[in-house]
């Protein structure tokens, strides 16, 4: 069997690698990483059959609709995404992030705000490497929570007025609803390494009540199981993709 069959059954055991070691670097040039994989998840539009079009409302929202998104259309921030992939493939590294002191913030960060979900749940939690998934593709978890098959995802907001949008979150639902990019991140990690759950944090200790300092959100496997359906099929429509172009430029 294939990679890409195996990628697309979800049998593909994934391996690990130390974070910020030379491997990590070279292992990531040309994958699909967790961080940006919800740019592959803004899927393309095709028209509607006759069918849907029956079907929709009459009037209001949905009535002047004619097209409906296609998994296996990628859009054309999900196009660029790949173009990205292919020129780290024939550079053989990664793009290099552009300095921003906010990432800076939240990556000094991190390490107080692990104590602190340790401190507020009494788990343990353990550093891990990057997490591939197969050939085109993998992530690196902020930690692994050892007491339970979950994992952890840490947000610092720089600016306090962006953790109230955290805080005002209630459930996995909202997460997708109004921060897309992290909600991806953390089921494209639950894919990579078949965990039970992910805990997406945010953390900001300036707030004066210890009820505002972090907000948390668990994403449970069993419940998001079709959304890491459609991660595996749209990594396998972009690894496509990808590889369609690096056959034309050979």
């Known amino acids: 069997?294939?990679?890409?069959?195996e990628l697309v059954e979800g049998n593909y055991s994934p391996r690990n690698l130390e974070q910020g070691s030379e491997k990590w670097e070279q292992i990531r040039a040309g994958r699909f990483t967790s961080s940006e994989i919800w740019k592959i998840m803004e899927f393309g539009k095709r028209p509607m059959t006759p069918d849907e079009l029956k079907a929709r409302p009459k009037s209001g929202k949905g009535s002047?609709?004619?097209q409906v998104p296609d998994p296996s259309k990628m859009s054309d921030r999900g196009m660029g995404y790949i173009t990205q992939k292919v020129a780290e493939v024939l550079t053989g590294r990664p793009k290099q992030a552009a300095y921003a002191y906010p990432l800076v913030y939240g990556k000094e960060m991190e390490p107080e705000a692990?104590?602190?979900f340790e401190k507020i749940t009494g788990y343990t939690c353990e550093e891990i490497g990057f997490q591939t998934w197969g050939e085109h593709a993998g992530g690196s978890p902020d930690r692994f929570i050892i007491e339970v098959k979950e994992g952890l995802e840490i947000k610092c907001p720089f600016q306090s007025e962006n953790q109230i949008g955290?805080?005002?979150l209630t459930d996995h639902?909202?997460?997708k609803r109004m921060y897309p990019e992290y909600y991806w991140q953390c089921v494209s990690l639950l894919?990579?390494?078949s965990l039970?759950?992910?805990n997406f944090c945010a953390y900001d200790p300036r707030m004066i009540s210890e009820k505002h300092k972090m907000a948390r959100i668990k994403i449970e496997a069993?419940?998001?199981e079709e959304d890491m359906d459609l991660v595996n099929l749209a990594i396998a429509s972009a690894v496509k993709e990808k590889l369609s172009i690096l056959s034309t430029l050979q």
């Open 1 to 5: 069997m294939s990679w890409l069959d």
């Open 64 to 66: 002047a609709t004619t």
């Open 114 to 116: 692990v104590e602190y």
């Open 166 to 168: 955290y805080l005002m």
């Open 173 to 175: 639902h909202d997460l």
């Open 191 to 193: 894919l990579f390494t």
């Open 196 to 198: 039970d759950a992910w």
């Open 222 to 224: 069993a419940k998001v």
